[in-house]
């Protein structure tokens, strides 16, 4: 069963491979963010938790064909090294102003706190990634991105752990990770005059669908 698995992985896998090789190798392309993309912050306060979906998620990627024009394939996207096709940019941009939260009076005291006004947006930018297939799933992957992640003008290298799985000509990556805000210069918010403290730990989760097009300019995604 699991040998059957992993060849249906490895078919779906290279379906999608072959048809996103067949575009890159005309020319320089980039990831979108297909429909029902999501990324969101969880928190804990002295309450109750709380959320903040990114309402608006910018995308700016450049997918490289390889240097002699055959396609691509999983054990390419796995390397890194010259001649070889991969991802070779991937900043992802989320407005702070974007953030939203149905915990009244949270996202305008997590505005200001995060001092939108100097340093409006949350970036991550991949320096390097890998891809291995998943040992108790065959059919999934799991991504390692690494790259440095900005807030409030303060710059801190992670890498962030995710699952891909091929649906069709997208592959959804589903992941999660946590930080401090106290790493990059933020108090943690507070409601109703100090009665209501936040935890310093954020989680920030992200169900994204990526997909393909021609390289034309950044891609925003409007939820």
Known sequence: MT??????????????????ST????????????????????????????????????????????ADG????????????????????????IPIDELKSPTKGLSRQMHNTMNYKEHPEIVFTMKDYKVAPNPVAPEKYQIAATGVLTLNGTDQTVTLEMTGV??????????TTELLMSQYGIPPPTL????????????????????????????????
């Open 70 to 93: 055959t396609p691509l394939d999983p054990s390419a996207l796995a390397q890194r090294g010259p001649g070889l096709g991969s991802v070779s940019r991937f900043v992802l941009v």
């Open 3 to 20: 040998t059957q698995i992993s060849r249906i992985g490895r078919l779906a896998l290279g379906t999608a491979m072959l048809l996103w």
């Open 23 to 66: 575009l890159a190798s005309l020319g320089e392309w980039e990831l979108t963010l297909g429909e029902g993309s999501k990324l969101w912050l969880e928190g804990d306060s002295s309450i109750h938790k709380y959320e903040s979906d990114a309402q608006v998620i910018e995308l700016d990627s450049v997918i490289s064909a390889k």
């Open 192 to 223: 109703f005059l100090g009665r209501i403290k936040t935890d310093d730990k954020v989680v920030i989760k992200w169900n994204m669908n990526l997909g393909l097009k021609s390289k034309e300019r950044s891609v925003t995604t409007k939820l």
């Open 166 to 175: 091929v649906q069709g000509d997208q592959v959804n990556v589903v992941g």
